[in-house]
């Protein structure tokens, strides 16, 4: 019995010193001396693009960020940073998630390391910072900090939102830089702080308001929200594009069979009701989207439907709807006012 325990020990030991010896070594057990820790900042998104959001519209030459402001990421929100060398091969081992933080309006916003779930969800935080070799790299960034998929690609879906970086304008595109450890004085430095460009939205935008006119003095959105159908079908749930290799979502023909329903609303000061959602890029010109209202006006339910007709949804445009509810000969009647094509329409804060 007493050699069986011994035999045991010794092999419980040599068990924990072969786990020991498969473990990589973290950063902090690593020779940081050898490394810059990088700290980076986030140069905030673009809220809108330009020019005017046409039904037949798609080149964007002449589509520009010039002038534009920029607005901070939302506080607490997360980003991604995925890292490339210097002939943009990917370097999984730095890609790397982040909190975000702002402590004011200065147009940037303090990034801490954390650890997120496949969504981009913060599941804990974390106290290792980067560290990187000396060297030139390429950075994209993507908000939520969503996982990539095994081909490196990202994977999104009607209802959601997606900033990211964007290849097509010089204000959001993946830049080089520089990583030393001398600083521009000449002297010795192992911290190193990497400015990020601004991102910007990579899906299309719908979005509702609904106001209370005359005879109306209580508007509600029902529990079914607003359902949207006739627009881009997700390849099993989601669609998948390669941002990594600077792609951007696709447009494709939308399907009646595919839809998204809004379920939450903001209520305004004058009672009116403001609700949006992200909507991957949709050919809409050769059929109709539904749009379906389910309200309660004054108490009562009601629902309301409008055919959407001609349109050509594309990434990081906002296509606003505004209608007016009101009791005319005791019907409630629900009246829209359509946005001209040739005017602009961009996505508003």
């Known amino acids: 019995m007493k050699r069986m325990i011994v035999f045991k020990s010794w ?11 498969c473990v990589p070594a973290s950063p902090e057990e690593e020779n940081t001396e050898e490394l810059v820790q990088v700290n980076p900042i986030a140069g905030g998104y673009y809220a809108s693009m330009l020019p005017s959001v046409r039904t ?29 060398d210097n002939t943009k091969n990917l370097m999984e081992e730095y890609s790397k998630a982040y909190l975000v ?6 147009g940037s916003s303090l990034l801490y390391p ?22 030139t790299y390429y950075f994209r960034i993507l908000s939520p900090a969503k996982a990539l998929n095994s081909k490196g690609f ?3 879906g009607n209802g959601e939102y997606l900033l990211a970086t964007d290849d097509r304008y010089t204000q959001t595109a993946m830049t080089a830089v520089t990583i030393t450890k001398i600083d521009e004085g000449g002297t010795l430095n192992n911290v190193q702080t990497l400015y990020l460009p601004p991102i910007i939205n990579q899906m299309a935008r719908m979005q509702f308001t609904v106001k209370a006119g005359e005879g109306v003095h209580s508007l509600e959105m029902l529990a079914e929200g607003i359902e949207i159908s006739g627009i881009q079908q997700p390849l099993d749930n989601t669609t998948s594009f390669d941002w990594v290799n600077g792609e951007v979502l696709p447009v494709k023909v939308g399907d009646q069979s595919a839809s998204v329903r809004i379920t939450q609303a903001t209520q305004n000061a004058d009672n009116s009701l403001m609700a949006h959602t992200g909507i991957l890029p949709t050919d809409a010109r050769s059929h109709s989207i ?18 959407l007709t ?11 709807y505004t209608a007016t509810v009101k009791i005319s000969n005791g019907v409630t009647v629900l009246t829209w006012q359509n946005r001209s094509w040739t005017e602009n329409v961009e996505m508003d804060t």
């Open 11 to 21: 092999l419980y030991v040599i068990m924990v010193l072969l786990c020991t010896a």
């Open 56 to 84: 037949r519209a798609t080149a964007q030459d002449s589509e520009t960020l010039q002038d534009k402001p920029i607005y901070l990421l939302e506080d607490g929100s997360t980003i991604r940073l995925v890292v490339y």
């Open 101 to 106: 933080r702002n402590a004011g309006t200065s």
């Open 114 to 135: 954390c650890e997120v779930d496949d969504d981009g969800t913060v599941i804990s935080s974390s106290s290792t910072p980067l560290y990187m070799k000396a060297g």
């Open 154 to 156: 990202v994977n999104i």
């Open 290 to 307: 539904s749009v379906l209202l389910n309200l309660k006006v004054n108490g009562n339910p009601t629902q309301y439907q409008m055919l």
């Open 310 to 320: 001609g349109l050509y949804l594309t990434a990081g445009h906002s296509y606003n």
